[in-house]
């Protein structure tokens, strides 16, 4: 038990669907990540949120959006998604995004399986 | 570009020392991280360098070189519940971490 949660744990969702990944993080932390974890690949991060703030967005296509209403909060709102979107979705907190010794830790994550 | 190498997979015996590599090309250094990941489950911190030598802690290490690129994370009297992925990490000058595929580490009895 890290101190972050994702919903839900696994899924599927066809080409046309729209659906919402959900992380929450009970450690007091000011940034929170999303990350794409595909088979034998380095962990692709995509969303940087510091104190509420988009800090990064590394080039993500526009059918993946964020949303960090809090710093507690953090969404991922997904649409028209393609095959080989299917991945697993990590979401990490640290205390702050712009200092070095900045442990990340990370939710269980969601299986995402695009149809 | 930004780079970071270690190997894919690495197979080792209970009891015994395993040491897993990993190399790194980056924009900028704010330290190097070495997290485990059990199959299905979220990666986990285990260290964390900055400069240069070696961290231990209990039966982990973890080593940086900054001139050479180079970091190694040493597992000691290993157990099979060591078997896991360990990803390397580099903090960038951005402060965002570049990662590493990961080593899978698979121990034999």
Same mark, same amino acid.
């Given at each position: 038990? /890290?101190?972050?949660?994702?919903? =839900?744990?696994?899924?599927?969702?066809?080409?046309? *669907?729209?659906?919402? +990944?959900?992380?929450?993080?009970?450690?007091?932390?000011?940034?929170?990540?999303?990350?794409?974890?595909?088979?034998?690949?380095?962990?692709?991060?995509?969303?940087?949120?510091?104190?509420?703030?988009? /800090?990064?967005?590394?080039?993500? =296509?526009?059918?993946?959006?964020?949303?960090?209403? *809090?710093?507690?909060? +953090?969404?991922?709102?997904?649409?028209?998604?393609?095959?080989?979107?299917?991945?697993?979705?990590?979401?990490?907190?640290?205390?702050?995004?712009?200092?070095?010794?900045?442990?990340?830790?990370?939710?269980?994550?969601?299986?995402?399986?695009?149809? | 570009?930004?780079?970071?190498?270690?190997?894919?997979?690495?197979?080792?015996?209970?009891?015994?020392?395993?040491?897993?590599?990993?190399?790194?090309?980056?924009?900028?250094?704010?330290?190097?991280?070495?997290?485990?990941?059990?199959?299905?489950?979220?990666?986990?911190?285990?260290?964390?360098?900055?400069?240069?030598?070696?961290?231990?802690?209990?039966?982990?290490?973890?080593?940086?070189?900054?001139?050479?690129?180079?970091?190694?994370?040493?597992?000691?009297?290993?157990?099979?519940?060591?078997?896991?992925?360990?990803?390397?990490?580099?903090?960038?000058?951005?402060?965002?971490?570049?990662?590493?595929?990961?080593?899978?580490?698979?121990?034999?009895?």
């Amino acid at each position: 038990e /890290t101190g972050v949660t994702q919903t =839900p744990r696994h899924l599927v969702m066809g080409m046309t *669907n729209k659906k919402s +990944l959900k992380c929450e993080q009970h450690l007091g932390h000011n940034a929170m990540y999303w990350y794409k974890q595909s088979a034998k690949k380095p962990l692709e991060l995509m969303f940087v949120y510091n104190f509420k703030e988009q /800090t990064e967005n590394n080039s993500v =296509p526009s059918r993946f959006s964020p949303e960090c209403p *809090n710093s507690s909060h +953090l969404f991922l709102h997904l649409h028209t998604l393609q095959p080989e979107d299917s991945a697993l979705y990590l979401c990490a907190s640290s205390q702050d995004g712009t200092s070095g010794y900045n442990e990340q830790f990370f939710g269980p994550g969601t299986r995402l399986t695009v149809l | 570009g930004q780079n970071i190498d270690q190997p894919t997979e690495m197979t080792a015996t209970e009891g015994a020392i395993v040491q897993i590599n990993c190399t790194y090309q980056t924009s900028g250094f704010n330290g190097l991280f070495w997290y485990q990941q059990h199959a299905g489950e979220a990666p986990t911190f285990l260290s964390y360098n900055v400069l240069d030598g070696l961290e231990e802690k209990g039966r982990f290490s973890s080593f940086l070189s900054r001139s050479k690129g180079y970091s190694y994370l040493l597992l000691k009297e290993l157990q099979m519940k060591d078997s896991a992925s360990y990803l390397c990490a580099v903090m960038d000058s951005n402060y965002q971490l570049i990662w590493g595929a990961g080593t899978k580490l698979i121990i034999k009895p």
